[in-house]
């Protein structure tokens, strides 16, 4: 009787091979496995997890390893490991496609996911920069962790670290680094956005709490994207060359990058929004952008009016706020809810008061 909770977590099927097991086992020995279950029904997952690490270790090619991980990802979820167990249970489905359990197996390492997917938790305080390859640390409830995806593409790999520390309790948020080492982002073309699109809308159905766009997404004056250069041609071709041709040739031009960057955003955020509605956005603008927005429209193609149209829900991202005051009475004018942050010089990223 003690066994019915085991038994009845991973169905009927399991206590019938167990049993069948028993059986062929030569010898009237106790069953390897006997001391995984008794712990596991009597409340010691820590005691049940080493007596399933030991059997997996010392019995390699024996038909019952399948039952091992899997006990193995039991004891880790009821210790409240629950990356643990995801990877207990995930290594039982890479290893045992084909058994009868694995449905249900899936369906453990789905709810571990769930759990986090939905969780609802205030916004964080400090978002830690770190890598795919360093992994991200633990954090409180008050902290994220922001992952840059550094040019590797959202694939299999990298949608499972994510996935992982996710899981394990981390708040990840995914940055996609605009640009490579061919060159600058260009919003101006198509298959560039096109791509990135299609990107977002991959890690949008990951367990992330939301995305980092960084100062790539902007146009600079002198921008030389192949895109771009063309679309400034167009409207250079058409004003007279006069000091106030250049003039409105320099505005148009400004325009044009800001709705262009703002564009390509907001398909971004339809693309997210459209897998996971809840998905954040930081999105890093000049400081300028802030408090002298008409030099940071004519020198970065940065228009804070139109990304926030772009945007509505987005964190704006700012460098160190050198212009302290100007930037307190810019966001007292802009309104008390305009969420900012600020790019520390440590790499973090942390909210403004």
């Not at 038909?63 to 880790?76: I, S, Y």
Request: cysteine-free; overall charge neutral.
């Amino acid at each position: 009787m003690r066994r019915l909770g085991v038994a009845a977590l991973v169905g009927a099927w399991f206590l019938a091979s167990w049993s069948l097991a028993a059986a062929q086992t030569p010898g009237s020995g106790t069953d390897p496995l006997e001391a995984v279950r008794d712990a596991l029904d009597s409340g010691n997952a820590a005691a049940a997890a080493a007596a399933a690490e030991v059997f997996i270790a010392s019995s390699p090619g024996d038909p019952r390893l399948a039952d091992a991980q899997w006990l193995l990802g039991l004891a880790r979820e009821r210790a409240g490991l629950w990356g643990a167990a995801w990877d207990q249970y995930t290594l039982f489905l890479m290893n045992f496609p084909e058994h009868p359990a694995r449905d249900e197996v899936a369906g453990r390492a789905d709810s571990l996911v769930r759990r986090i997917a939905e969780r609802s938790l205030p916004p964080p305080e400090r978002w830690r920069v770190t890598s795919f390859v360093e992994g991200p640390a633990s954090a409180s409830d008050d902290q994220a962790v922001v992952m840059a995806l550094a040019g590797s593409g959202p694939g299999g790999a990298v949608a499972k670290t994510v996935t992982r520390a996710a899981v394990d309790g981390a708040r990840v948020w995914v940055w996609l680094p605009l640009g490579t080492s061919a060159g600058a982002f260009d919003p101006f073309d198509e298959a560039q956005v096109a791509k990135l699109e299609k990107e977002v809308r991959i890690i949008a159905s990951w367990p992330i709490e939301g995305f980092v766009i960084d100062g790539g997404l902007h146009v600079g004056e002198q921008a030389q994207a192949v895109a771009a250069v063309r679309a400034y041609d167009t409207i250079a071709r058409v004003m007279p060359e006069t000091s106030a041709g250049r003039e409105r040739i320099a505005w148009t031009w400004a325009g044009m990058r800001a709705r262009a960057s703002a564009r390509a955003l907001n398909r971004w955020v339809v693309a997210a929004e459209a897998v996971n509605p809840r998905v954040g956005w930081l999105i890093r603008v000049s400081t300028t952008a802030v408090v002298r927005p008409e030099h940071a429209l004519r020198t970065f193609g940065q228009d804070l009016a139109e990304l926030r149209r772009a945007a509505p829900r987005a964190v704006w991202v700012i460098d160190t706020p050198v212009e302290a005051a100007q930037l307190g009475a810019r966001l007292t004018e802009l309104g008390s809810r305009l969420p900012v942050a600020v790019w520390s010089q440590t790499g973090d990223i942390v909210a403004l008061p």
